[in-house]
């Protein structure tokens, strides 16, 4: 006799319409968020003269690599994506460490500080002193003028990431680090061993949120790295990219350039395909956890 192991679920009409619709709606949203990129795409390999003329294109009709070839050229670029490589995977490795293990200091019951570090912490994310009193805190008192460590420490202490965390680890029972001591676990055994391997949503979110801002970083560069500096991160690399073929073109010798020549909008679409290409990639690798962490941060948060 055989036995029917079918665990499917019978769909009733109403069901299947609102599930078709669902999927249509998906979809078109789907299609709504990569057809930019698409069309960006399409335009970084197109002329110059073909921009200027008809608009964007989502299918190059004179193909060429004038914008990539402006963009890298002199290898400058690929120092620039090394460089911010290395940035995003120190600082985001750095970070998480940071931020776990103060998330999950501040959880802990048994710790007798943690309402008024939680008050302080969350007290800086609502208040600035402002631009000037934090330069000269970098500058003069860190010292940290055209030092890369200028544009990893902000985001490595983040309150917003730190109260993430925080939350968290309130799905976490207490009972589990109370289990660990009674077995004779240290502090950093029971974090270790027992806290860490149920917070895998948890950094692969914030590991996530860190990443993204570490590649995208331009703003602490333009502040702290003057023109001392060889190799600057990605984003403000592209950034004077952009700004030196402006300058080219309002200055007297680009009155003597055809416009063709310099391709300002190419350029600024193949910046925008070589800023935001490589890290698209990471997401995937992440996306089981994100959502998970995304879910239980927002039932506990």
């Not at 003028?145 to 965390?165: E, G």
């Not at 996530?208 to 331009?218: H, I, K, M, R, T």
């Not at 416009?259 to 992440?286: C, H, Q, R, S, W």
Request: net charge positive.
């Amino acid at each position: 006799m055989k036995k029917n192991n079918s665990n499917k679920v019978k769909l009733g009409a109403s069901d299947k319409i609102v599930r078709g619709f669902g999927y249509v709606v998906i979809t078109i949203y789907a299609l709504a968020c990569i057809f930019p990129f698409l069309l960006i795409l399409g335009s970084s390999f197109t002329a110059e003269e073909v921009i200027r003329t008809e608009g964007v294109q989502l299918i190059p009709k004179q193909f060429t690599l004038a914008a990539y070839e402006m963009v890298c050229k002199g290898g400058g670029i690929w120092k620039s994506y090394l460089l911010t490589i290395i940035l995003t995977v120190v600082g985001t490795a750095v970070g998480l460490t940071i931020i776990a293990m103060t998330g999950y200091a501040l959880q802990r019951k048994d710790f007798p500080f943690r309402n008024g570090i939680s008050f302080y912490i969350y007290f800086t994310s609502l208040f600035s002193a402002g631009l000037a009193p934090y330069y000269l805190l970098m500058t003069q008192t860190y010292h940290l003028k055209d030092s890369y460590f200028a544009v990893l420490l902000p985001l490595m202490m983040s309150p917003w990431l730190i109260i993430m965390m925080k939350n968290f680890v309130k799905a976490i029972p207490h009972e589990i680090t109370e289990s660990g001591k009674i077995d004779g676990a240290g502090d950093m055994k029971i974090f270790v061993s027992l806290i860490l391997p149920m917070l895998k949503p948890a950094l692969a979110t914030i590991g996530l949120f860190l990443a993204l801002g570490y590649w995208n970083e331009w703003y602490q560069s333009s502040l702290f790295l003057s023109s001392k500096v060889d190799v600057k991160p990605l984003q403000y690399t592209l950034y004077e990219v952009v700004n030196k073929m402006d300058q080219l073109k309002n200055s007297i010798a680009g009155q003597y350039i055809s416009l063709a020549d310099i391709p300002t909008e190419g350029i600024k679409m193949a910046n925008a395909i070589l800023a935001t290409g490589p890290i698209i990639f990471l997401y995937p690798f992440v996306q089981k956890y994100f959502i998970s962490g995304i879910t239980v941060g927002a039932v506990k948060g």
